[in-house]
């Protein structure tokens, strides 16, 4: 079994492989003031729950955007699972085609995305993953190769700048009201960041078709909101929340290939 770990700048998203499939995942909260040692009980502990014994983990590989943490969550799989992880950056062999500006500014998540996305769905029409993350970025892939993209505000992010610059206005769930034509501050506020949201993807997902030339494209989401929004689009085709953990351990296995 290996242990393929997204660390992000909201949540740190886990999943335990054993062949194919995962044999369970779970996240936990990005916390920057935890020690090494408190992520690495927290993952015994959850391994413990599910009834995995820690020395059957025999492989690891983590991507972050998160670098504080890095030396951190190696750390804690050293100490606790005696493992040292692959790590997703410079060195690590992708397969992937990178026809960004300067592939080095690219996230580890978006990399992972692209070539979890790839070995998935294939290369016969162009991609676009959106992802539902701390920021919700549009990756496109064409021919094989990532060819740009979109970064624009997360879901959370919005509503928490919402919340926090005005005095007046609660926290909500984050999720679709009966109508657009809200008559309560609750529902009003769900409207705006939900329908909103659902716009805002809808034209970029438009405009990036138009740029490419064509409606044959397949639209993958993916991240903590993904499901959400896409009940409130047309645009999307695919929702796949394990696309980042499949792409971890795909990489894992490509970078294993000869290692004994």
Do not use: W
């Not at 624009?152 to 679709?176: C, M, Q």
């Not at 030339?213 to 929702?239: N, P, R, W, Y």
């Amino acid at each position: 079994m290996i242990i393929c770990i997204d660390v992000g700048n909201t949540n740190i998203k886990y999943a335990v492989f054993d062949g194919e499939e995962p044999k369970f995942s779970f996240r936990v909260a990005t916390d920057l003031k935890k020690t090494s040692d408190e992520y690495g009980s927290q993952l015994v502990g959850m391994l413990s729950f599910a009834g995995v014994p820690k020395g059957e983990i025999k492989g690891a590989i983590f991507s972050s955007v998160v670098p504080s943490l890095d030396y951190t969550i190696e750390h804690a799989l050293h100490v606790y699972l005696g493992i040292l992880p692959m790590q997703v950056g410079p060195g690590i062999r992708t397969g992937l085609q990178m026809r960004a500006d300067n592939a080095k500014e690219v996230g580890a998540d978006r990399v992972v995305n692209n070539v979890a996305a790839l070995r998935k769905y294939g290369n016969s029409r162009p991609i676009i993953i959106v992802d539902f993350g701390t920021a919700t970025t549009f990756n496109i892939l064409k021919d094989g190769a990532f060819i740009g993209g979109v970064i624009a505000p997360g879901i959370k992010g919005s509503l928490d700048s919402l919340v926090s610059g005005t005095a007046k206005l609660p926290r909500v769930e984050i999720e679709a009201p009966k109508s657009v034509i809200a008559t309560n501050t609750v529902t009003n506020m769900q409207a705006g960041i939900v329908f909103g949201f659902a716009g805002l993807v809808e034209y970029i997902v438009k405009k990036i078709k138009r740029e490419l030339g064509t409606d044959d494209v397949l639209t993958v989401a993916t991240g903590g909101f993904s499901e959400t929004m896409a009940h409130e689009t047309k645009c999307i085709d695919v929702v796949d929340k394990l696309l980042t953990l499949n792409g971890l351990k795909y990489l894992y296995e490509l970078n294993s290939e000869g290692i004994k």
